[in-house]
């Protein structure tokens, strides 16, 4: 009880802090996830852990509208203006998917400042995959 009594004093008084701005992140991974419906945009730090994270979805676009380079951009520029603030300054990008928002994901995420060591596409291809199922028999 102790506790939440001593936060709502330091909030009254603008002295609290988030843990999420407290930490610096010098280096980071941002990972852009392209469907033809969707695009979301991962920020993690180099071991993986999650610090950012936004979609086309969470920016407020609906439908068809989601798979939209525009809302691509926007998720991209959400998803960056979070970890600026940290201190991000170097980041590797890895872009999975045949989307539409791969490149406007992409621009914004140079046109954010943030410098880029590599750009990796990771879409998964198949290598002829699976055997088919046996042929149904009538």
């Known amino acids: 009880m102790a506790k939440s009594i001593s936060k709502r004093v330091l909030r009254r008084t603008g002295r609290i802090d988030s843990r999420k701005s407290a930490r610096r992140i010098p280096k980071g991974v941002i990972h ?38 525009f809302a691509a951009q926007t998720a991209a520029g959400n998803a960056i203006r979070a970890v600026a603030d940290q201190g991000m ?13 791969r490149d406007a994901a992409l621009r914004a995420i140079r046109r954010s400042g943030i410098l880029l060591s590599f750009v990796r596409d990771v879409t998964p291809m198949p290598h002829n995959g699976c055997r088919p199922p046996k042929k149904r028999r009538v």
């Open 32 to 69: 852009v996830q392209a469907s033809f419906n969707n695009t979301i945009v991962t920020i993690t730090d180099v071991q993986g852990r999650v610090i950012s994270w936004s979609s086309a979805g969470t920016c407020g676009f609906r439908g068809t509208r989601r798979g939209t380079p």
């Open 89 to 101: 300054q170097r980041a590797e990008v890895m872009i999975k998917g045949p989307g539409l928002g």
